[in-house]
T-cell receptor, first 114, second 112 residues
Framework: ETGVTQSPTHLIKTRGQQVTLRCSSQSGHNTVSWYQQALGQGPQFIFQYYREEENGRGNFPPRFSGLQFPNYSSELNVNALELDDSALYLC?????????????FGSGTRLTVV | AQSVTQLGSHVSVSEGALVLLRCNYSSSVPPYLFWYVQYPNQGLQLLLKYTSAATLVKGINGFEAEFKKSETSFHLTKPSAHMSDAAEYFCAVSGGNTPLVFGKGTRLSVIA
């Protein structure tokens, strides 16, 4: 079975720009959760998508948005980038809205905002 | 609501010595508990998880953790450290149908 793939691995954006990060879920999984890991911190939950609908959201502003596609892959979009958005963005796929035990994490996308 | 406190942002041990990384949790419901390892510039790898079965959980690479409800702890141990164990370790808690809440991490250094 294939694991979770995230792209790109690294990118640099300018403050105020918009960015799209992508996540392909593990084969057989229908749920994708996104986490932000700032430097020196543990990951924080952004939101979860299940069957193309947002199924839960953490304490992040509306400029963080997402999509899930019929093949269960997902995108994270961030508008009006701020310097504090610089972080490692991790996605995790699972089955049927499961959060913890069934997670498979990707390797992450490192976003730098300058 | 859930929260995690990892005691010690940095732990240093000699190669071959016992590894002990401390994690205390708070949860209003029976918790699921996890330990993840993160190597530089990589994602998270699951070491082990507690999901209300046996309280002593064995994971990969010789790690294990014991769930102690009375102490609200889930400390990670390994009898003998290897150089390859040097990494960042994260403890996390979930209420089952709630997102993972992570601690701030503990950086493990292994000295030859």
């Amino acid at each position: 079975e294939t694991g979770v793939t995230q792209s790109p691995t690294h990118l640099i954006k300018t403050r105020g720009q918009q960015v799209t990060l992508r996540c392909s879920s593990q084969s057989g999984h229908n749920t994708v959760s996104w986490y932000q890991q700032a430097l020196g911190q543990g990951p924080q939950f952004i939101f979860q998508y299940y069957r193309e609908e947002e199924n839960g959201r953490g304490n992040f502003p509306p400029r963080f948005s997402g999509l899930q596609f019929p093949n269960y892959s997902s995108e994270l979009n961030v508008n009006a980038l701020e310097l504090d958005d610089s972080a490692l963005y991790l996605c995790a796929s699972s089955l049927d809205r499961e959060y913890g035990p069934g997670y498979t994490f990707g390797s992450g996308t490192r976003l730098t905002v300058v | 609501a859930q929260s995690v406190t990892q005691l010690g942002s940095h732990v240093s041990v000699s190669e071959g010595a016992l590894v002990l990384l401390r994690c205390n949790y708070s949860s209003s419901v029976p918790p699921y508990l996890f330990w993840y390892v993160q190597y530089p510039n990589q994602g998270l790898q699951l070491l082990l998880k507690y999901t209300s079965a046996a309280t002593l959980v064995k994971g990969i690479n010789g790690f294990e953790a014991e769930f102690k409800k009375s102490e609200t702890s889930f400390h990670l141990t390994k009898p003998s450290a290897h150089m390859s164990d040097a990494a960042e370790y994260f403890c996390a808690v979930s209420g089952g149908n709630t997102p993972l809440v992570f601690g701030k991490g503990t950086r493990l250094s292994v000295i030859a």
